[in-house]
T-cell receptor
């Protein structure tokens, strides 16, 4: 099945800094999502982005499907951005299910 | 409000007991999913269902069972055959036929001692 790898595994930044999280996947995809897991465990949908670029406030994402990677950008980080960011993908050859990466743990220091 | 509810939030059981976790959605989604998350890990798929009265095993189905008698409900039973049941369990749903965006419930933390 499809492999999903995220980097870096951990990231510690000062409040106000910008960050880039990366997600590599091994097959062509027809579904790719970014989630933020808050300290209480809730997964919050950030982007549904199998291709192209989207922006939502301080967050934006780009998926380059032909090169099999997606990037999540966080600008002007706030302490509330802390948590774990997951990328999940479904292969074009898949069976209607997502495969999750192991996540990037982001810690924003005041 | 539309969304996915899971109950209870925390659940404690003795080893050897079966336990059922509830998942309800009012989003009118066709597909529902159960995932398991262990500390510091990603999510792994246990079972999923795309239509009432039908479901498929995910990557780690051993020791678990599900039912899908109603479109809105997809309960998960953790049986005594599951060797390491202590984990965080997340339920999700999405539209079909093409897999759309998945939405998650708040999760249930199960501790078995």
């Amino acid at each position: 099945g499809i492999q999903v790898e995220q980097s870096p595994p951990d990231l510690i930044l000062q409040e106000g800094a910008n960050s880039t999280l990366r997600c590599n996947f091994s097959d062509s995809v027809n579904n790719l999502q970014w989630f933020h897991q808050n300290p209480w465990g809730q997964l919050i949908n950030l982007f549904y982005i199998p291709s192209g670029t989207k922006q939502n406030g301080r967050l934006s994402a780009t998926t380059v499907a032909t090169e099999r990677y997606s990037l999540l950008y966080i600008s002007s980080s706030q302490t509330t951005d802390s948590g774990v960011y997951f990328c999940a993908a479904e292969s074009n050859f898949g069976n209607e299910k997502l495969t999750f990466g192991t996540g990037t743990r982001l810690t924003i220091i005041p | 409000d539309g969304g996915i509810t899971q109950s209870p939030k925390y659940l404690f059981r003795k080893e050897g007991q079966n336990v059922t976790l509830s998942c309800e959605q009012n989003l009118n989604h066709d597909a529902m999913y159960w995932y398991r998350q262990d500390p510091g890990q990603g999510l792994r798929l246990i079972y999923y269902s795309q239509i009432v009265n039908d479901f498929q095993k995910g990557d780690i189905a051993e020791g678990y069972s599900v039912s899908r008698e109603k479109k809105e409900s997809f309960p998960l039973t953790v049986t005594s055959a599951q060797k390491n049941p202590t984990a965080f369990y997340l339920c999700a749903s999405s539209r079909l036929p093409v897999l759309g965006e998945q939405y998650f419930g708040p999760g249930t933390r199960l501790t078995v001692t």
